[in-house]
C-alpha cells in the first residue's frame, strides 16, 4: 500500500523472479488463449520497434540493462503502465510525455546519464518509486530524494515549478434543441458551477494540482471572470463558503447587477460565529434588472 499526498493505492509491486512459459502447440492448435500483461526486452539493445508503443494492454515494461540513448514520446501511449524500468541503460534526456502516463507507480532511472528531469514528472500524482541513483542530475535534486518521503517531495517541487500551460480551449456548448426566437414570452439562462470550497482543494485530494493553482486568492478571481464571462440570468453556485459569500461573491457579483441568496449547511447553527463562517453551502444570484426575489424557502434534503 502506496501514498502520494494522502491518496491512499494498493499497488503490489511486479515479482522480481520473473517466469515465462511457452505455449505448446498443442494450445495453439488448440486455440488456446493468451494473458500476459508483462514485457522484458533487454540483450544490449539500441533501438526498439515502434510497434512497442502499441501494446497498450501492458501494465509493466522491463527496458533495463540496454543501450538505449533515446526514449521516444510515443512511450506515453502506454496509458496501462504502472511500472516502468529504463535502469542501466545510456539515456541522456527524457520526453517531457512521460508526465502523462499518470498510471505509473513504479518509475526507475537509474544508472544511466540523465543531467535534468522534466518537470512534467510531477504530474505522476500515484507515482510511489522514482529511481534517480547513478545519473549526473543536480544535487538538489539528489538530495530532495533520499530525504524521507523523498519521491513526494521531488514530485511536488516539479508539480509547483511547471510552466504555465496556455489556457484550455473554450468549453463547447451542448445545444439540446434550436432556440426558437419567435416564440412569445419571457426567455432566461441558468448557469449550475461548483467552486469547490478552499477548505476541500487540498493536496491530499487534488494531489496531481500545483500548490499555487489550489490556492483560493488564485482560483476565486479565475472563478468570477468564468461566471461574468457567461453573463447568465440566473446562478447556482455549490460548496461556497460562508465568509466568501459575505466577503466576495455577494460584493463583486452584485457590481455586475446582481442579487442573491445564501444558505449554509445545517450545521452552522450548532456552531459559533467564528466557526460557522468556514461552513460551506450554496448561493443563487439573479440579474436584479430582470428578476425579482417575491419570497425565499429554504429546504433541508435528507440523503
Not at 498443442?26 to 508483462?38: A, L, M, T, V
Given at each position: 500500500m502506496g501514498e502520494r499526498q494522502g491518496i491512499r493505492v494498493k499497488y503490489d509491486p511486479p515479482d522480481p523472479r520473473r517466469s515465462?512459459?511457452?505455449?505448446?502447440?498443442?494450445?495453439?492448435?488448440?486455440?488456446?488463449?493468451?494473458?500476459?500483461?508483462?514485457?522484458?526486452?533487454?540483450?544490449s539493445v539500441r533501438n526498439v520497434s515502434p510497434e512497442l508503443w502499441n501494446l497498450q494492454f501492458l501494465t509493466c515494461l522491463f527496458l533495463n540493462n540496454n543501450n538505449l540513448s533515446r526514449l521516444p514520446v510515443e512511450v506515453a501511449r502506454l496509458t496501462s503502465l504502472v511500472h516502468l524500468d529504463l535502469s542501466c541503460n545510456k539515456?541522456?534526456?527524457?520526453?517531457?510525455?512521460?508526465?502523462?502516463?499518470?498510471?505509473?507507480?513504479?518509475?526507475?532511472?537509474?544508472?544511466?546519464?540523465?543531467?535534468?528531469?522534466?518537470?512534467?514528472?510531477?504530474?505522476?500524482?500515484?507515482?510511489?518509486?522514482?529511481?534517480?541513483?547513478?545519473n549526473p542530475l543536480p544535487p538538489e535534486f539528489i538530495n530532495m530524494v533520499k530525504e524521507p518521503n523523498g519521491t513526494n517531495r521531488l514530485l511536488t517541487f516539479m508539480l509547483d515549478n511547471l510552466p504555465v500551460c496556455s489556457r484550455p480551449p473554450e468549453r463547447p456548448w451542448v445545444q439540446i434543441?434550436?432556440?426558437?426566437?419567435?416564440?412569445?414570452?419571457?426567455?432566461?439562462?441558468?448557469?449550475?458551477?461548483?467552486?469547490?470550497?478552499?477548505?476541500?482543494?487540498?493536496?491530499q485530494l487534488y494531489g496531481y494540482c500545483p500548490s499555487w493553482a489550489l490556492s483560493w486568492d488564485y482560483r476565486k478571481q479565475t472563478i468570477m471572470k468564468e461566471l461574468l464571462q457567461y453573463s447568465a440570468d440566473v446562478i447556482s453556485l455549490q460548496e461556497v463558503a460562508t465568509d466568501q459569500y459575505y466577503s466576495f461573491f455577494k460584493p463583486e457579483l452584485a457590481r455586475n447587477g446582481y442579487d442573491g441568496a445564501f444558505s449554509p449547511k445545517s450545521r452552522a447553527k450548532t456552531m459559533g460565529e467564528t466557526e460557522s463562517l468556514q461552513v460551506d453551502g450554496c448561493a443563487i444570484f439573479y440579474r436584479a434588472s430582470k428578476c425579482v426575489l417575491l419570497f425565499l424557502q429554504l429546504c433541508v434534503v435528507v440523503v
Open positions: 515465462f512459459t511457452i505455449m505448446s502447440d498443442d494450445d495453439k492448435q488448440n486455440g488456446k488463449k493468451s494473458n500476459w500483461h508483462e514485457l522484458e526486452i533487454t540483450g539515456l541522456r534526456s527524457l520526453p517531457s510525455e512521460l508526465g502523462d502516463m499518470i498510471q505509473l507507480r513504479e518509475l526507475l532511472l537509474n544508472n544511466n546519464s540523465l543531467r535534468s528531469l522534466p518537470y512534467e514528472l510531477g504530474r505522476l500524482f500515484l507515482l510511489q518509486t522514482l529511481g534517480l541513483s547513478g434543441r434550436p432556440i426558437d426566437r419567435q416564440r412569445s414570452g419571457t426567455t432566461f439562462t441558468v448557469m449550475c458551477y461548483n467552486v469547490l470550497c478552499d477548505k476541500y482543494a487540498t493536496r
